[in-house]
């Protein structure tokens, strides 16, 4: 029985480069690697969302989704922990990717751009994460593959709420933030096309050593 899951319209729709086959096909072979960045994403995903609590605590709509978000993406880390336990993966700290590092590169210093920008690349990742997700599953082993696809309505739903802050909280004009939203994903879609050094969750397809 192979598992049918379909990447929402609204993430297919919204990014612009789909994952390439080649680094699918890599995944599939290499899951304990991609377990464990996928553990250290969830962290990653968490602190993000306490870092807009950290930095913006006076915005309540904006902090009180952002500490319900990162409760959720918490206990996601729980979850894919306690698959790697199973299947005997240790869990480690890594380091950066090229992917996060270019993009937390493209954030611009000054106010409002700043935290439009941090809300934009939040929103792209969560988007790149549902639509990996959702291509990866069916080459899973049934269970992982139902875990994959479970995560699904979640990360579509944490583009939804970025993007929406993106509109409400920054006071950009909606061309301006149009303008800047379609740089970035082409920062992203770049990074996910192009050959990479190293195998990670969000990264490009690297050649196998």
């Known amino acids: 029985m192979t598992l049918k899951v379909q990447?929402?319209?609204?993430?297919?729709?919204?990014?612009?480069?789909?994952?390439?086959?080649?680094?699918?096909?890599?995944a599939a072979r290499r899951l304990?690697?991609?377990?464990?960045?996928?553990?250290?994403?969830?962290?990653?995903?968490?602190?993000?969302?306490?870092?807009?609590?950290?930095?913006?605590?006076?915005?309540?709509?904006?902090?009180?989704?952002?500490?319900?978000?990162?409760?959720?993406?918490?206990r996601h880390f729980e979850q894919v922990r306690s698959i790697m336990d199973e299947m005997g993966i240790e869990f480690e700290r890594i380091k950066a990717s090229r992917y996060a590092g270019q993009l937390r590169n493209a954030v611009r210093k000054e106010e409002p751009e700043k935290l439009l920008d941090l809300l934009l690349i939040s929103a792209i990742i969560e988007a790149r994460s549902c639509e990996r997700f959702a291509k990866i599953a069916p080459r899973l082993p049934m269970k992982l593959g139902q875990f994959y696809a479970g995560l699904l309505a979640s990360e579509a739903r944490h583009f939804e709420h970025y993007i929406l802050f993106a509109r409400t909280e920054c006071g950009v004009d909606q061309s301006a933030l149009e303008s800047r939203l379609q740089e970035l994903k082409v920062i992203e879609a770049a990074l996910i096309s192009r050959p990479d050094t190293e195998f990670r969750f969000h990264s490009g397809c690297p050649n196998e050593s």
């Not at 919204?14 to 890599?26: I, K, R, S």
């Not at 553990?39 to 989704?65: H, I």
Request: with cysteine; proline share 6%.
């Open 7 to 26: 990447v929402p319209e609204n993430i297919a729709s919204f990014l612009e480069a789909q994952t390439p086959e080649a680094w699918l096909d890599l």
């Open 32 to 74: 304990p690697e991609m377990l464990l960045d996928h553990a250290n994403c969830e962290l990653k995903a968490a602190s993000t969302a306490l870092g807009f609590l950290y930095r913006y605590p006076n915005r309540t709509v904006l902090v009180q989704r952002m500490s319900r978000l990162a409760r959720e993406e918490l």
